[in-house]
């Protein structure tokens, strides 16, 4: 066997990714080609690569690095747990770590979620959801009462339920999803509205959908409706204004659990905890949580469920087990590490940070509709999408490439998705900082719309 250098250069490390790793997403029929970017640190929001060039991250890690990188007082709590208690089943026994983190995450959620399933990210906390409200309906004696209803260019995971209820993908997958209990909705985007359309029509016409869904299958099959408050992964898709209440009171009326996934909302993007009461007013039955609970610093997240749901699961006097759970559930120092993460975004005022920048990167990013091969600009808090103007999926890719591509030459990385250029960057961002990144991504518009004139 090799025995491998504890410091390789940096084009050892590419050829050894290159052979041997297998990323998210790769596109298999090149999966040897592929030229990722060495990233070898971070600081503040930025990430530095291999040669020491600085960027901008601009989607901040996956939605996810919220208080920015290379924080020594986030690593010296991971340290202090790990020294501490490294891990302990959590079938069996508690720690205080993932109690208090309990207790702080029933505080933060609205109403009455006021009880915390720990899972390891945001695919098994979905999962996690949708299973609780299978055990739920059979322990009431309702086993047909299994069909989820989700929409078009949502994003929800890559478990196999979880994968089942996403409809973001535009190319084909070879990947097997359930198509007997999931259904999905067409898109919610009013940026696709007939031409003509009000806002309030289309969001009639959006609360429609849902319903006629509802009345096919029929409310006694229809167990629940999964929904991102805001479509992140599909192009920061913000739904017409009162759609989330309308159909959640939809729901109600025909006792169908509401789950809303705030894997990417949650944890300050749009300046709350949560975005689900704070912004569209409603409590949901579940909501669902990772990426910025612990800033991206450990994998960890958390399915947190309503009383009433929890009052119904265990009010039936037959003696039943949760039969759902992972071996690292409630890891201690996962745990430690979302603790020192809210304690950073208390001591350092970054939800009142982000409610205060919120208008300057709205402004920003709504002025780039000046571009002739900008199509829509949209977003919230700060949450934001560009959508490329092009004839054809074709062009469409190139262009999204090309936009791509200028920005990293320019030292700012954001998140390509076809046609579409999305970010998210750190919360901490400043307004100098931001200012930075939208100079460069407005640079970088005006090249690719200069270079498409002349071809």
């Not at 949650?266 to 300046?271: N, Q, S």
């Not at 208008?359 to 002025?367: E, G, K, N, T």
Request: aromatic share 8%; with cysteine.
């Amino acid at each position: 066997m090799n025995k491998i250098s504890n410091q390789p250069d940096a084009a050892t490390v590419i050829a050894w990714d290159r052979e041997h790793y297998v990323h998210p997403w790769m596109a298999m029929d090149d999966w040897r080609g592929y030229d990722n970017m060495l990233v070898d640190r971070g600081q503040g929001i930025y990430i530095y690569d291999g040669e020491g060039k600085r960027y901008i991250d601009g989607p901040g890690g996956m939605w996810c690095s919220q208080i920015g990188y290379g924080r020594r007082d986030m690593a010296e709590a991971i340290a202090d747990q790990v020294v501490k208690l490294s891990y302990t089943s959590p079938y069996s026994n508690a720690t205080s770590p993932s109690s208090i983190l309990a207790k702080k995450l029933a505080d933060m959620a609205p109403g009455d979620l006021n009880n915390v399933f720990f899972t390891t990210g945001g695919s098994t906390a979905v999962d996690t959801a949708l299973r609780t409200m299978m055990y739920l309906n059979n322990r009431r004696g309702l086993p047909d009462k299994k069909m989820i209803i989700a929409r078009e260019k949502g994003y929800h995971g890559s478990t196999y339920l979880a994968h089942s209820v996403t409809g973001k993908e535009r190319d084909k997958s070879h990947f097997d999803h359930d198509t007997t209990m999931v259904r999905l909705l067409p898109d919610v985007n009013p940026y696709c509205r007939p031409e003509g359309m009000s806002v309030e029509d289309w969001c009639d016409a959006k609360v429609a959908d849902l319903d006629a869904m509802i009345m096919e299958l029929g409310p006694e099959n229809v167990g629940a409706f999964i929904a991102e408050p805001i479509l992140s992964s599909g192009g920061v898709i913000v739904p017409p204004p009162g759609y989330q209440r309308r159909t959640f009171d939809l729901c109600r009326a025909h006792d169908i659990l509401y789950i809303s996934d705030e894997v990417v909302t949650g944890f300050g993007r749009l300046g709350h905890w949560f975005a689900s009461e704070a912004e569209f007013g409603i409590v949901p039955d579940m909501i669902t949580c990772a990426k910025g609970l612990t800033s991206g610093y450990l994998p960890l997240g958390a399915c947190i469920i309503s009383d009433r749901v929890m009052e119904q699961m265990s009010g039936l006097g037959e003696v039943s087990s949760f039969q759902n759970g992972y071996t690292y559930s409630a890891h201690p120092v996962c745990c430690a590490a979302a603790l020192k993460n809210i304690e950073i975004f208390e001591q350092e005022g970054i939800l009142e940070h982000v409610r205060e920048i919120t208008p300057h990167f709205q402004a920003r990013l709504r002025d780039l509709m000046k571009y002739d091969i900008v199509g829509d600009a949209r977003g919230m808090g700060l949450l934001g999408c560009i959508e490329g103007k092009a004839e054809d999926l074709d062009a469409e890719r190139q262009l999204g490439a090309m936009i791509d591509e200028a920005c990293e030459r320019r030292g700012l990385i954001v998140r390509p998705l076809i046609n579409m250029a999305v970010f998210s960057p750190p919360l901490v961002i400043t307004r100098a900082e931001m200012d930075e990144m939208f100079d460069i991504l407005e640079a970088a518009l005006v090249e690719v719309q200069e270079t498409l004139k002349k071809s």
